[in-house]
């Protein structure tokens, strides 16, 4: 149960985009908050966005607002990151994580309980 894989990451150019998707096994997709993460080598994992259960609630980083936009189907399990206008200090390993017990969307990595294994985005200058 909560089984997560995210895919979608990559080699791109600064200014370019990419879609992440992470997919969720289980039949309980639909109950979780979800959220992204990214960790650059040397740093502490930070948060990037989340989104409610059902969808109609999101919350970004500051350094994320106007660029990246979450957004899930619960019908597929599945959540994605659209990130757009990505620059070289978006250089990280991006993880999409669950939350089963909160109704609110968390910013914090102690609040969500399962997590992807991480997939690389690289933004070359």
């Known amino acids: 149960q909560g089984q997560l894989v995210e895919s979608g990451g990559g080699l791109v150019q600064a200014g370019g985009s990419l879609r992440l998707s992470c997919a969720a096994s289980?039949?309980?997709?639909?109950?979780?908050?979800m959220g992204w993460f990214r960790q650059a080598p040397g740093k502490e994992r930070e948060f990037v966005a989340a989104?409610?259960?059902?969808?109609?609630?999101?919350y970004y980083a500051d350094s994320m607002k106007g660029r990246f936009t979450i957004s899930r189907d619960n019908a597929k399990n599945t959540a994605y990151l659209q990130m757009n206008n990505l620059k070289p200090e978006d250089t990280a390993v991006y993880y999409c994580?669950?939350?089963?017990?909160?109704?609110?969307?968390?910013?914090?990595?102690?609040?969500?309980?399962?997590w992807g294994q991480g997939t690389q985005v690289t933004v070359s200058s």
């Open positions: 989104i409610s259960r059902s969808g109609g609630s999101t």
């Open positions: 994580a669950a939350d089963p017990r909160r109704l609110r969307v968390g910013v914090s990595v102690g609040e969500y309980d399962y």
């Open positions: 289980g039949r309980t997709f639909s109950m979780f908050v």
